[in-house]
T-cell receptor
Framework: AQSVAQPEDQVNVAEGNPLTVKCTYS??????LFWYVQYPNRGLQFLLK??????LVKGSYGFEAEFNKSQTSFHLKKPSALVSDSALYFC???????????????FGSGTRLLVRP | SAVISQKPSRDICQRGTSLTIQCQVD?????MFWYRQQPGQSLTLIAT?????????ESGFVIDKFPISRPNLTFSTLTVSNMSPEDSSIYLC??????????????FGQGTRLTVV
């Protein structure tokens, strides 16, 4: 079965510093990986995805993620954090249920990012 | 992308009652998904709703508790029946694209924050 793990419940970083939010995955076959962000009292917003191609994926709001097949990781990064980046971040993997073709997403436990001024 | 409108955005309900959540999409989509996000937790898929067929429920979720309607390609409802305080969660509607391919990201509504007292 497909799964993702986010080992950190919370990440604290000072504004202007680089940030990393970690995600590791376990899949059978090729991984289809996604990052989402959830601001307070809001739904989830798509940030970026890895399907194939370059290991460094660029997404919205200056975020990027690095796919590492040997380490089965897909860490989210940003060179310079903003206070407004403070939110809940979810890593997700596509669950490839070929029998019913539902293509549902399986989410990690989430990491709360706190950027202090 | 898809724009998803979810109603109500929040509600406070008495135990034993039922609440119906509506999800409207601005384009036709094949698959719609309903997720639950319990306080401080990640997202858990409740069911997949395809137009013209019965919803497919995940393990731990049953139709009697969470009946779903999918009358057309742009609309779905989720009912939380006979509510108890344990049902207090955020409920999120999600869609893929009309083609529903595994490469595409999912889009989410703003969520319905339900509190059962």
């Amino acid at each position: 079965a497909q799964s993702v793990a986010q080992p950190e419940d919370q990440v604290n970083v000072a504004e202007g510093n680089p940030l990393t939010v970690k995600c590791t995955y376990s899949v059978s076959g090729n991984p289809y990986l996604f990052w989402y962000v959830q601001y307070p009292n809001r739904g989830l917003q798509f940030l970026l995805k890895y399907i194939t191609g370059d290991n460094l994926v660029k997404g919205s709001y200056g975020f990027e993620a690095e796919f590492n097949k040997s380490q089965t990781s897909f860490h989210l990064k940003k060179p310079s954090a903003l206070v407004s980046d403070s939110a809940l971040y979810f890593c997700a993997v596509r669950d490839l249920l070929w029998m019913d073709s539902s293509y549902k997403l399986i989410f990690g436990s989430g990491t709360r990012l706190l950027v202090r001024p | 992308s898809a724009v998803i409108s979810q109603k109500p955005s929040r509600d406070i309900c008495q135990r034993g009652t039922s609440l119906t959540i509506q999800c409207q999409v601005d384009s036709q989509v094949t698959m719609m998904f309903w997720y639950r996000q319990q306080p401080g937790q990640s997202l858990t898929l409740i069911a997949t709703a395809n137009q013209g067929s019965e919803a497919t429920y995940e393990s731990g979720f049953v139709i009697d508790k969470f009946p779903i309607s999918r009358p057309n390609l742009t609309f779905s409802t989720l009912t939380v029946s006979n509510m108890s305080p344990e049902d207090s969660s955020i409920y999120l509607c999600s869609v893929g694209t009309a083609r529903g391919t595994m490469n595409t990201e999912a889009f989410f509504g703003q969520g319905t924050r339900l509190t059962v007292v």
